[in-house]
């Protein structure tokens, strides 16, 4: 029986080579339906990986989080959605993700706008110069996101619910800071479950560590599945 549940978690490759992520999609193929390439495997082969995975139909989330004048930006996604991934990222400033859905349109890029990263709190906020909280900063990013065009945010579970009242059903939440109960949080500050991101409105939960650390990552992530399949926030 076809399982939806596993085209909402997102497998962060967050490993040092190309060797170890390409073992790990293929241990974890049957069980995630989306596998995310940052800046660490991005730096060491992933992009060439990304193009390789997509074109074997694999939905591949590159997680970029561009940032540039209108010009940059529009370039980069322009040559990115040739390549065939899913999913990208960029910081959600109004004319950086104008500039995006322009460069996009035509294409099946599914572009996201990050709000505020889930290892920052109040006081990173304001040492970054910012005066409101990150709950005031991520609705503003959620509102200006949905009058962009853009196809989804990025934000914590803890704004989850607020912002999926914004985007409406359609638009695409994704949630970092994801760790099963009972597990660390490391350095995330605005972390949560499975289940509570998904009952708060999360279309996508993204989950690195806790997976790709495990000793044994299919196990871990089928934990996870088990987990999402508990939350009452039907798929949207």
């Known amino acids: 029986m076809q399982d939806a549940t596993k085209d909402r978690l997102i497998v962060a490759l967050d490993v040092p080579d190309v060797a170890r992520a390409t073992a790990l ?41 561009l940032l540039d004048i209108d010009n940059t930006v529009a ?10 991934v899913a999913m990208l990222t960029l910081h959600a400033y109004p004319k950086a993700m104008r500039a995006a859905v322009e460069a996009a349109r035509g294409s099946e890029l599914c572009l996201l706008g990050v709000t505020v990263l889930t290892s920052m709190d109040e006081a990173d906020m304001i040492e970054a110069g910012y005066e409101c909280a990150p709950d005031t900063l991520v609705t503003r990013r959620a509102a200006q996101a949905r009058a962009a065009g853009m196809g989804g945010i990025v934000c914590s579970p803890a704004e989850a619910s ?62 996870i599945i088990e987990e999402m399949r508990s939350a009452a926030q039907p798929i949207h």
Request: aromatic fraction near 4%; charged fraction near 25%; proline fraction near 6%.
């Open 75 to 84: 370039k980069g996604v322009e040559s990115i959605a040739r390549t065939g």
């Open 162 to 223: 607020a912002v999926r009242d914004i985007l409406g059903p359609e638009m695409a939440l994704v949630t970092p800071g994801i760790r099963p109960a009972g597990a660390d949080k490391g350095d995330q500050k605005r972390a949560a479950t499975p289940a509570y991101a998904l009952s708060a409105g999360a279309s996508h939960l993204v989950v690195g560590r806790p997976i790709v650390s495990a000793p044994d990552p299919k196990a871990a992530a089928e934990l």
């Open 25 to 65: 999609v293929e241990t974890l193929a049957d069980t995630a339906g989306i596998f995310k390439i940052g800046y660490q495997l991005a730096f060491a082969g992933g992009l060439e990986l990304a193009r390789e995975l997509a074109a074997d139909g694999r939905k591949i989330f590159l997680d970029m989080k």
